[in-house]
């Protein structure tokens, strides 16, 4: 479905041609696609700035029955992102009018100061990511999907590159995969439903599944979790996944935060912070996609995935503002606002998992604070670690996938601000300011001194607006760069 080829476009017919352009340099070596460049330069609309386009149809150079071009805009500009930015905009364009396939050509000129590795990886992330619409509730599928989408290279390229595809697609899926738990309304994933959704896939890829219900949850002692699930009418579950290859070395652990639906329990959200909060599972859904990646991509690496599912609602049996539960590993904590429920259940699962599996890395993923979306904006996630060299891993894995992540700091003197008169620790702070920092250092207690990071995904886990090649609704976010990361660690 996703594939090189270098195929001469004078002799062989394809129906559609995309030709990205950049404005102020040439950016391709192929003479044939530098003279058609030049030609659509000649016209006055068309000069390769961002977002500009022209069509040509039926010209006598090649045998494409359309030439598209579309403008990057200047070479300083042009960077991995712009390219995945490129070819989802590209598949998009074609998806619209129905095309069922298209040529990309991929720009590798001496210009290009991006490797012509990293270009196709790009590329194909973009395409492969664009290619695809949630379309389930929808009674006319109007658009559908590209079956076939080519990226124009030169021929030894095409060979040397050839097992690029694979890996791509089966990362994109796992992407894809998240993108749709997120977007799936919360009616349809309360969390015995979603619960089941997970560990359907993961048996297919031979993961190692456990699930702890309500009554070993209750016997175990996951009391800050539960507390956080008593509000609902449908029960608290936790997914443990574990992918053990046959090598096996050093245990990562991710913990995702699967919130099905935060109406803030007793601390009910105003009715405008209640928009989009089906996607308070982003977390989990990120963990659950990476397990069934890394199966999927025989990875050299063992991961387990501890993922603890609720549904956060306000009823006669939900927790009250001022409960003091006793979380899994023996502190109580106070609850001061009901509506801290993603800490609740993570403080569970990571001492769970420290206790259980002595990772040698542990990183959560959660959409935890409105606070982390003020300071870092709807497209950058909030980093938390003691670590600084597993932090420069994330970091550097989040660049190269342009899933961003900024470190922010934690330090010691904030513990104070949660600091709980009655029991051992709240899980509010005392002060407004700061609360992605707060956050973190209320699941920082729970991390004993463990190689531990957090990242706070409040911000980019969904979009309200589709943009390049991601539609509106979850992004995916966390996939892409952990399946870089455990490449990495
Ligand atoms: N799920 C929310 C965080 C959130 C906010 C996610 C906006 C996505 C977009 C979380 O459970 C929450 O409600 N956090 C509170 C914490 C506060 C009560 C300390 C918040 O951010 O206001
Ligand atoms: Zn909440
Ligand atoms: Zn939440």
Redesign the pocket.
């Known amino acids: 479905m996703l594939n090189l080829t270098s195929v001469d476009l004078k002799k062989v017919k394809t129906e559609t041609l995309i030709i990205p352009v950049c404005e102020d340099k040439i950016i391709h070596d192929n003479q044939l696609i530098s003279l058609l460049i030049k030609k659509a330069k000649q016209l006055k609309e068309f000069t390769g700035k961002k977002n500009d386009e022209v069509i040509f149809y039926d010209i006598e150079e090649v045998k494409a029955k359309r030439v598209m071009f579309l403008g990057l805009g200047k070479l300083e500009k042009i960077d991995t992102e712009a390219l995945r930015e490129f070819a989802g905009k590209a598949v998009k364009k074609c998806m619209k009018i129905n095309l069922p396939e298209v040529l990309l050509s991929v720009p590798c000129g001496k210009n290009m100061k991006i490797e012509v590795a990293s270009a196709l990886e790009a590329m194909m992330e973009g395409a492969f990511l664009g290619n695809h619409i949630f379309d389930k509730y929808k009674k006319d599928k109007k658009i559908k999907p590209l079956k076939k989408i080519e990226l124009l290279v030169k021929p030894d390229e095409a060979e040397k590159y050839s097992g690029l595809s694979a890996r791509i697609s089966t990362v994109c899926a796992g992407t894809i995969l998240a993108r749709d738990w997120v977007s799936t309304p919360s009616n349809d994933k309360r969390p015995e439903q979603f619960t089941r959704s997970i560990v359907n896939l993961a048996e297919k890829e031979n993961l190692t599944v456990r699930v702890l219900d309500e009554k070993e949850l209750k016997q175990k002692g996951f009391n800050a979790m539960l507390a956080v699930a008593a509000g609902s009418q449908i029960k608290a579950r936790m997914v443990i996944l574990e992918y053990n290859p046959k090598k096996t070395g050093k245990r990562i652990a991710l913990v995702g935060k699967g919130?099905t639906f935060?109406s803030?329990g007793i601390?009910l959200?105003p009715t405008n912070?209640l928009d989009?909060?089906k996607?308070?599972m982003s977390g989990a859904a990120a963990v659950a996609a990476t397990l069934i990646t890394a199966a999927r991509q025989k990875l050299d690496v063992s991961v387990v995935g501890i993922i603890p599912i609720v549904e956060?609602m306000p009823s006669g049996s939900a927790s009250r503002p001022g409960d003091v539960v006793k979380s899994y590993d023996g502190k109580t904590v106070e609850i001061g606002?009901t509506?801290?429920?993603?800490r609740l259940i993570l403080i569970d699962a990571l001492s769970f998992c420290i206790k259980k599996y002595k990772p040698h890395t542990i990183i959560d993923i959660a959409?935890?604070?409105?606070?982390c979306?003020v300071a870092l904006g709807e497209k950058i996630a909030g980093l938390f670690s003691f670590d600084d060299e597993l932090a420069k891993a994330i970091e550097l894995s989040g660049k190269k996938t342009h899933e961003r992540c900024w470190r922010l700091p934690m330090p010691d003197d904030y513990k104070e601000l949660l600091k709980s008169d009655l029991a051992d620790i709240k899980n509010?702070?005392s002060s407004r300011w700061g609360?992605a920092i707060t956050?973190a250092l209320f699941l920082a207690e729970f991390a004993g001194d463990s190689r531990w990071a957090h990242i706070d995904i409040?911000?980019p886990?969904?979009i309200k607006k589709g943009d390049g090649y991601c539609g509106a609704g979850g992004t995916g976010f966390g996939v892409r760069l952990f399946c870089d990361l455990l490449d990495k660690l």
């Open positions: 919130v935060d803030g601390n959200k912070s989009g909060m996607a308070d956060n606002n509506d801290a429920e993603g959409t935890l604070t409105g606070a979306v509010v702070s609360g956050g409040a911000g886990a969904y």
